[in-house]
């Protein structure tokens, strides 16, 4: 898996020495989510949030503020969507994933002064128990971080067994 951090305050973001972070992920292979403008919009809203709050509020607070955020920015975002997990080709049981922006990508939040050590490990589990490929690990911590996880369906096992329906919300 592939995980890279950037900083929007950083000026050399946007310097043309180098290609762009998305362009240097998209040549290594990974599908065209990650070069759009759908993730770079997240980050700024994240950035946004964060810029009106500041450090210490609890991680509803910051869910809340961020998914506004995201949809005043014209995103759909989808709260407590149930995936199934496999386990050798049968469904196993559902996973809950807190939040996922225009069906594309799945957002983890975090509030705490450091970041857990798990955090990232818990989205790639994520991406890989769903068909999704991109994930946002968004960190509301004394300075906020975001790591891009990014796991792509061409390297997950192939699910065999249809899925049940998911749970009734």
């Not at 609890?58 to 949809?71: A, G, M, N």
């Amino acid at each position: 898996w592939l995980k890279q951090q950037i900083s929007l305050k950083d000026p050399e973001f946007d310097k043309s020495g180098d290609p762009h972070p998305q362009q240097r992920l998209n040549a290594r292979g990974v599908g065209d989510l990650v070069a759009d403008s759908r993730p770079r919009s997240i980050i700024g809203a994240f950035f946004a949030v964060f810029n009106e709050l500041g450090f210490g509020l609890r991680e509803y607070i910051y869910s809340l503020s961020l998914e506004r955020e995201l949809v005043k920015r014209g995103h759909r975002v989808d709260r407590e969507v149930a995936v199934m997990v496999y386990f050798c080709g049968e469904p196993l049981a559902w996973q809950t994933i807190d939040k996922i922006v225009d069906e594309k990508v799945v957002l983890e939040i975090k509030a705490t002064e450091s970041l857990p050590p798990d955090a990232k490990h818990q989205l790639f589990g994520y991406l890989c128990a769903s068909n999704l490929e991109v994930g946002l690990l968004l960190h509301f911590g004394y300075k906020p971080k975001f790591f891009r996880v990014i796991c792509e369906n061409r390297l997950k096992r192939r699910i065999i067994a249809p899925a049940p329906d998911p749970p009734s919300p």
